[in-house]
């Protein structure tokens, strides 16, 4: 799901100006990297596991610290984005308003 999420963000980055090749090649980085890591996770899991399963707990709950520690700027700049443009729309309707009246 990360991977889904950074390769929509990269789609509507002004940096590739609508360039399809540019966008396809990062995002095939980007799920090439995924794959990586979904091949390496039962790997380590099932090496962990010969210990015992509360390290792989222990070990999922490093990664999802980790996911959220990376993703968090990423939610953040959302929910600005999104203030940012309820507060412009409420702005706009106000001088509508006050157009209409005169």
Same mark, same amino acid.
């Given at each position: 799901?990360?991977?889904? %999420?950074? $390769?929509?963000? #990269?789609?509507? &980055?002004?940096?590739?100006?609508?360039? $399809?090749?540019?966008?396809?090649?990062?995002?095939?980085?980007?799920?090439?990297?995924? $794959?990586?890591?979904a091949?390496?996770?039962?790997?380590?899991?099932?090496?962990?596991?010969?210990?015992?399963?509360?390290?792989?707990?222990?070990?999922?709950?490093?990664?999802?610290?980790?996911?959220?520690?990376f993703?968090? &700027? #990423? /939610? /953040?700049? !959302?929910? /600005?984005?999104?203030? &940012?443009?309820? !507060?412009?729309? !409420?702005?706009?309707? #106000?001088? %509508? !308003?006050d157009?209409?009246?005169?």
């Amino acid at each position: 799901m990360g991977t889904f %999420q950074f $390769s929509a963000d #990269l789609g509507t &980055h002004s940096s590739l100006n609508g360039n $399809s090749r540019a966008l396809a090649t990062v995002t095939a980085i980007i799920d090439g990297t995924g $794959s990586v890591g979904a091949a390496l996770g039962p790997l380590l899991t099932g090496y962990i596991s010969a210990r015992g399963w509360n390290g792989v707990f222990i070990m999922l709950i490093i990664a999802i610290l980790f996911a959220g520690f990376f993703l968090i &700027h #990423l /939610v /953040v700049a !959302e929910i /600005v984005d999104k203030f &940012h443009k309820s !507060e412009s729309f !409420e702005v706009d309707r #106000l001088r %509508q !308003e006050d157009i209409a009246e005169m």
